[in-house]
Each structure stands twice: as structure tokens, then as C-alpha cells.
């Protein structure tokens, strides 16, 4: 294979020697020839990749760009590379899990991503199966050997690990078996599905046993900590209390905008979960059964390409289609979508947690999935895995940075809010439900990792969090619960979002205001994308730069 520069050499060479190291990553990518295989979750089985980092490093340094393109691939492989060395350095990765995210969830939603037609799919698929207790083994020896070093998670997200590994543990493993063989053709499957529960189910009570009694009480990391995150997260340097501040002004504003269409769907109401409760409970907000909803979704998406295609984006044909699908068992309240293999031969697909129920607020679903597909993550990670000839392997496939791609998915919901997409008004409630949320973690975020103190002078904790989600996020209690969970699991991760997309609104509007008729929005979305993952600070100045064509 010929490669543009020697930056790209090395990005590809990286990608391959890493995915050896990860058949989980493998499978992720579309490389053949590890899916009968799952992680070593060890502090042994980690430092082989933590080596590759290092040395890969090393090599990158020596490297000179030959021109711009070259230069951007070098540093956003530097900084994604350099960052991943720290959290392996200071054991961060090794003790960062929670209620949403897991070699736990991991290992369950793997399956979830797996061929299954042929023969041999099934063969490889029921090898993986008879390897998941090894792999949670993997995993627990792990966080014990951290727990010896003083390095702990919370009580809150051990609690909540135990709740996923029992709700597995029911028939999470068995289940899939039986919606990918519903005539029992591969009954080894179906046997070490069972046995896969069985082990998860087992592992729930050894976690409960022993570690959660050497579980840390305290829930927030503090500021050294957060700040670290924060920078992961965002690729910025964040001045915590300014971005705290400009939160509590945006979560005012958006719900002022609120109160002025309350009235539209619940004339009378004093508070806005009256009106979200109101929504939840209208015939003509809502779809009744999973069967309905995935059918809706998926029109939904491809009318959304329709509208877009070739007036405010350019859609490639071989991404046009982006699949949706119930999250598996075990899976956070929360929708989620996942890209395309590199090959393209498994579409960017769709996530619907349903909690076990058949009845689904459209009103809030709208607005969410222009934020999951089209045009929000699925054209964002879609048109980067294009982009073989601008970006390298490394940009396309391991260079996601939340601040970046989450930012870009609340731009695409404001964009088709501007669009006039949202013009009835319990649709506009649901887009500005989740402006709310995504303001509202700002707040609760920093105020509970950094002990800031709300309005009544008490430091932020999970119940004023949680109040707040339901009161100006409109969240029902379980989803604000699991909301708060995952905040105080994953410090800095939750800001990315509104952070990020207030880096790409001032972005677009610095190039109108520097180009003036020469601005074209679809020229601004296709030259962005285009540019791939990076920190926000970096993608800010590239920006800057941008002459318009």
C-alpha cells in the first residue's frame, strides 16, 4: 500500500498493531480475524498497548510534515496519543468506569455489532460467547489490583455496575442468542449464552461482596482531577468558573423560551414538568409499541437526508442509510449511536434504550435523533471515515474527541432548529428539553465535581442535581437518576457537549462575519467536517483560518 506521507505510514501501522492487542477494537473496525477473541481487561493485558503508545509516540516526534494536511494529522494523533499516555501513566483508565460505561457494557454490546448470517458467523460469534467470564475475570482483577493501590471507584457506580451485571445476568446474553438464532439452528450459541449470564449474574455478587466494601464514599473528583478530564474531554483549556457562570445564563435563557410556548400545550400549568408530563401522557406525542417506533425512526432518518442532501450538506450515497435499533439489556437511558466499520460494510447505527417500556415520547425523540444521525453523528463520523485522501487512519477511526463530535450533534439540532424543523410546539419543548439538559449539565457537572454552590449557597450534590434536571431539563426521575449517575462517573465528559457546539456556533458566525457574501453554509458544513476530530482550542484557530472555499 502507497501512502501519502510517512504520518500516514504510521497511522495505519498504529491502527493495525493496536487492533491485534484489542478484538473487541477489531470488531468495531471491521478487521477480520479476531471476533472469535475478547479483551485482556488485566493491568498485565493493558500494558502492551500502553507500550505501542509509547513507541508509536516516539516516532511520530521524528516525523516532519510535508505540508497542512500532514501538520493536522501529526498533531491530533500527538494529542490524542499523549493524552491516552497520562491515563495509562496515572492508572485513570484503569479505575474510569461507571454506570454507562464499562468493559461490562463493553463486552455486552460487542455482540450487538457482530455478523450473523452465515455458518461461520455463528461459529465465530459462539467462540466469543464461551470467553466472557474470562473476559469479566479480566476486568475484576483489574480493579482489585487497583483497590490495592488505593485507587477506588465511587460506592455510586459500583452500585450501579452491580445493577447492570444482574440486569444481564437475567437473560442479557440469552436473550441476544435468541434474536440472532430464533430457530435454535446453533444450539452451542444458545448454551453459552446461558453460561454468559450465569457469569455475569456470578460476577454481580462478587463485586458486591468484595469490592464495594472498599468503594470510596465520595462521589465528586475534585478540581485537579476534573480539570484533567475536561481537558480529555474537550481538547481545551476551560476556565471552570467562567464556563460554570455562562452555563447558569443559558440554562435561564433556554427556559425562558420554554415558559413562552408552555402555554401552546398546557394552558395554566406553573411548572414545565406539568407540561413534559403532559407530553408523556399525549396520544399525539407519543408511539405506542418498539416495533412502531423503530420503523418511525428509521423514515424519519432518511426523510432527514432527503431535506438536507445537496442544499446544506452533500450526502455521500454509500452513507446515506444509518440503522436503528433497541439498545441491548443493561444499556443507559440515554439513545446512543455507533459509526460504521472502517470498510463500511456494517452502517452507523442507532441506539433506543427502552427501559422496558413500549410507549415513546416522539415529542423528545425528534430533536435527539437529528442529534444521533442525520446530520448530526452519523455525517459526522460517516464523512470522516470517507475522507481517506484528507485524514489518516487514526483521524477516521480512533481521533473522536467528545468536545468535537458532540458539540458538532447539538450545533446539527440548533441548525435544524434555525431550519424551522421544530414548528410544532411540543416538538420545539422536546429540542429545548435537551438544550436544557445539555445546559444544565454545565452546571451540575462542575458544581458537584468542584464544589460550587448553587443559588441557596449549598454545594451542588446528587439531589439538587437531580431536582434540577426534572425541573428545567424536563427528565422523569429515572431518567435524571441515571443522568446524575453517569455525571459523577465520568467528570467532564457531560460539558463537552454544550462547550463544543458553542465552539461551532462561533466558528460559523466569525466566517460570516469575516467573509460576508462570500459565506456558503453547505462550503462551512462540508470544509468542518472534512477537517476531522480535534481538540476545540486547535479546531477553533483552524477555523479562523478557513478562506471559504
Same mark, same amino acid.
Given at each position: 500500500?502507497?501512502?501519502?506521507?510517512?504520518?500516514?505510514?504510521?497511522?495505519?501501522?498504529?491502527?493495525?498493531?493496536?487492533?491485534?492487542?484489542?478484538?473487541?477494537?477489531?470488531?468495531?473496525?471491521?478487521?477480520?480475524?479476531? %471476533?472469535?477473541?475478547?479483551?485482556?481487561?488485566?493491568?498485565?493485558?493493558?500494558?502492551?498497548?500502553?507500550?505501542? #503508545?509509547?513507541?508509536?509516540?516516539?516516532?511520530?516526534?521524528?516525523?516532519?510534515?510535508?505540508?497542512?494536511?500532514?501538520?493536522?494529522?501529526?498533531?491530533?494523533?500527538?494529542?490524542?496519543?499523549?493524552?491516552?499516555?497520562?491515563?495509562?501513566?496515572?492508572?485513570?483508565?484503569?479505575?474510569?468506569?461507571?454506570?454507562?460505561?464499562?468493559?461490562?457494557?463493553?463486552?455486552?454490546?460487542?455482540?450487538?455489532?457482530?455478523?450473523?448470517?452465515?455458518?461461520?458467523?455463528?461459529?465465530?460469534?459462539?467462540?466469543?460467547?464461551?470467553?466472557?467470564?474470562?473476559?469479566?475475570?479480566?476486568?475484576?482483577?483489574?480493579?482489585?489490583?487497583?483497590?490495592?493501590?488505593?485507587?477506588?471507584?465511587?460506592?455510586?457506580?459500583?452500585?450501579?455496575?452491580?445493577?447492570?451485571?444482574?440486569?444481564?445476568?437475567?437473560?442479557?446474553?440469552?436473550?441476544?442468542?435468541?434474536?440472532?438464532?430464533?430457530?435454535?439452528?446453533?444450539?452451542?450459541?444458545?448454551?453459552?449464552?446461558?453460561?454468559?449470564?450465569?457469569?455475569?449474574?456470578?460476577?454481580?455478587?462478587?463485586?458486591?461482596?468484595?469490592?464495594?466494601?472498599?468503594?470510596?464514599?465520595?462521589?465528586?473528583?475534585?478540581?485537579?482531577?476534573?480539570?484533567?478530564?475536561?481537558?480529555?474531554?474537550?481538547?481545551?483549556?476551560?476556565?471552570?468558573?467562567?464556563?460554570?457562570?455562562?452555563?447558569?445564563?443559558?440554562?435561564?435563557?433556554?427556559?425562558?423560551?420554554?415558559?413562552?410556548?408552555?402555554?401552546?400545550?398546557?394552558?395554566?400549568?406553573?411548572?414545565?414538568?406539568?407540561?413534559? %408530563?403532559?407530553?408523556?401522557?399525549?396520544?399525539?406525542?407519543?408511539?405506542?409499541?418498539?416495533?412502531?417506533?423503530?420503523?418511525?425512526?428509521?423514515?424519519?432518518?432518511?426523510?432527514?437526508?432527503?431535506?438536507?442532501?445537496?442544499?446544506?450538506?452533500? #450526502?455521500?450515497?454509500?452513507?446515506?442509510?444509518?440503522?436503528?435499533?433497541?439498545?441491548?439489556?443493561?444499556?443507559?437511558?440515554?439513545?446512543?449511536?455507533?459509526?460504521?466499520?472502517?470498510?463500511?460494510?456494517?452502517?452507523?447505527?442507532?441506539?433506543?434504550?427502552?427501559?422496558?417500556?413500549?410507549?415513546?415520547?416522539?415529542?423528545?425523540?425528534?430533536?435527539?435523533?437529528?442529534?444521533?444521525?442525520?446530520?448530526?453523528?452519523?455525517?459526522?463520523?460517516?464523512?470522516?471515515?470517507?475522507?481517506?485522501?484528507?485524514?489518516?487512519?487514526?483521524?477516521?477511526?480512533?481521533?473522536?474527541?467528545?468536545?468535537?463530535?458532540?458539540?458538532?450533534?447539538?450545533?446539527?439540532?440548533?441548525?435544524?432548529?434555525?431550519?424551522?424543523?421544530?414548528?410544532?410546539?411540543?416538538?420545539?419543548?422536546?429540542?429545548?428539553?435537551?438544550?436544557?439538559?445539555?445546559?444544565?449539565?454545565?452546571?451540575?457537572?462542575?458544581?458537584?465535581?468542584?464544589?460550587?454552590?448553587?443559588?441557596?449557597?449549598?454545594?451542588?450534590?446528587?439531589?439538587?442535581?437531580?431536582?434540577?434536571?426534572?425541573?428545567?431539563?424536563?427528565? %422523569?426521575?429515572?431518567?435524571?437518576?441515571?443522568?446524575?449517575?453517569?455525571?459523577?462517573?465520568?467528570?467532564?465528559?457531560?460539558?463537552?457537549?454544550?462547550?463544543?457546539?458553542?465552539?461551532?456556533?462561533?466558528?460559523?458566525?466569525?466566517?460570516?462575519?469575516?467573509?460576508?457574501?462570500?459565506?456558503?453554509?453547505?462550503?462551512?458544513?462540508?470544509?468542518?467536517?472534512?477537517?476531522?476530530?480535534?481538540?476545540?482550542?486547535?479546531?477553533?484557530?483552524?477555523?479562523?483560518?478557513?478562506?471559504?472555499?
Amino acid at each position: 500500500m502507497t501512502f501519502r506521507s510517512p504520518i500516514f505510514e504510521l497511522s495505519s501501522t498504529y491502527i493495525d498493531d493496536m487492533a491485534k492487542l484489542s478484538p473487541m477494537g477489531c470488531t468495531y473496525l471491521g478487521i477480520k480475524g479476531y %471476533d472469535h477473541e475478547l479483551d485482556d481487561f488485566s493491568v498485565e493485558g493493558r500494558k502492551p498497548s500502553a507500550e505501542l #503508545i509509547s513507541n508509536t509516540l516516539k516516532k511520530l516526534e521524528s516525523l516532519q510534515p510535508i505540508d497542512d494536511i500532514d501538520r493536522i494529522a501529526k498533531a491530533v494523533m500527538h494529542e490524542r496519543l499523549s493524552s491516552s499516555k497520562e491515563l495509562h501513566d496515572t492508572y485513570e483508565e484503569h479505575t474510569m468506569w461507571n454506570v454507562l460505561l464499562s468493559p461490562v457494557h463493553s463486552i455486552r454490546q460487542i455482540f450487538e455489532m457482530m455478523a450473523h448470517e452465515s455458518s461461520e458467523d455463528f461459529a465465530i460469534m459462539t467462540e466469543r460467547m464461551s470467553k466472557v467470564e474470562w473476559a469479566q475475570n479480566t476486568w475484576f482483577s483489574c480493579i482489585m489490583d487497583m483497590s490495592k493501590m488505593g485507587k477506588v471507584t465511587a460506592r455510586r457506580q459500583v452500585l450501579g455496575l452491580i445493577n447492570t451485571l444482574e440486569t444481564i445476568g437475567k437473560g442479557g446474553y440469552s436473550n441476544f442468542a435468541k434474536k440472532a438464532d430464533p430457530a435454535n439452528t446453533y444450539p452451542q450459541l444458545h448454551e453459552n449464552a446461558k453460561k454468559a449470564d450465569a457469569a455475569a449474574a456470578a460476577l454481580a455478587i462478587r463485586v458486591k461482596s468484595e469490592y464495594l466494601p472498599l468503594a470510596r464514599s465520595e462521589d465528586a473528583f475534585g478540581e485537579d482531577r476534573y480539570r484533567m478530564w475536561a481537558r480529555f474531554f474537550t481538547g481545551a483549556q476551560l476556565d471552570l468558573r467562567a464556563t460554570y457562570e455562562w452555563g447558569l445564563e443559558d440554562l435561564q435563557n433556554i427556559n425562558d423560551r420554554m415558559w413562552r410556548i408552555a402555554p401552546k400545550l398546557k394552558p395554566g400549568a406553573k411548572t414545565l414538568r406539568e407540561v413534559a %408530563d403532559f407530553l408523556d401522557e399525549s396520544p399525539d406525542h407519543t408511539v405506542k409499541g418498539n416495533d412502531e417506533i423503530l420503523k418511525r425512526l428509521k423514515a424519519f432518518t432518511a426523510a432527514a437526508a432527503d431535506r438536507l442532501d445537496g442544499v446544506h450538506f452533500d #450526502i455521500d450515497d454509500r452513507i446515506r442509510f444509518c440503522d436503528v435499533r433497541l439498545a441491548p439489556e443493561g444499556s443507559a437511558s440515554a439513545a446512543y449511536y455507533m459509526s460504521p466499520s472502517e470498510d463500511l460494510s456494517r452502517p452507523g447505527t442507532t441506539w433506543l434504550p427502552t427501559l422496558g417500556k413500549d410507549v415513546h415520547g416522539w415529542w423528545n425523540l425528534v430533536s435527539t435523533w437529528y442529534h444521533e444521525a442525520i446530520p448530526g453523528h452519523h455525517l459526522q463520523n460517516a464523512v470522516a471515515i470517507l475522507e481517506k485522501d484528507r485524514l489518516s487512519r487514526f483521524q477516521r477511526t480512533e481521533a473522536w474527541i467528545s468536545g468535537y463530535g458532540e458539540g458538532w450533534a447539538l450545533y446539527a439540532e440548533r441548525f435544524m432548529d434555525e431550519l424551522g424543523a421544530f414548528d410544532e410546539p411540543g416538538i420545539e419543548m422536546g429540542f429545548l428539553s435537551g438544550q436544557g439538559l445539555r445546559a444544565a449539565r454545565i452546571v451540575v457537572d462542575i458544581g458537584m465535581h468542584c464544589g460550587y454552590k448553587d443559588k441557596n449557597g449549598n454545594v451542588w450534590n446528587a439531589d439538587s442535581a437531580r431536582e434540577l434536571l426534572i425541573n428545567y431539563a424536563l427528565l %422523569d426521575k429515572e431518567h435524571a437518576t441515571s443522568e446524575v449517575d453517569r455525571y459523577l462517573g465520568w467528570p467532564g465528559q457531560a460539558i463537552s457537549y454544550k462547550v463544543g457546539e458553542r465552539v461551532w456556533m462561533k466558528s460559523r458566525e466569525d466566517a460570516k462575519a469575516r467573509l460576508g457574501a462570500k459565506f456558503d453554509m453547505k462550503k462551512f458544513h462540508s470544509y468542518a467536517l472534512k477537517l476531522g476530530p480535534m481538540g476545540l482550542d486547535p479546531f477553533a484557530v483552524e477555523m479562523s483560518n478557513w478562506d471559504g472555499n
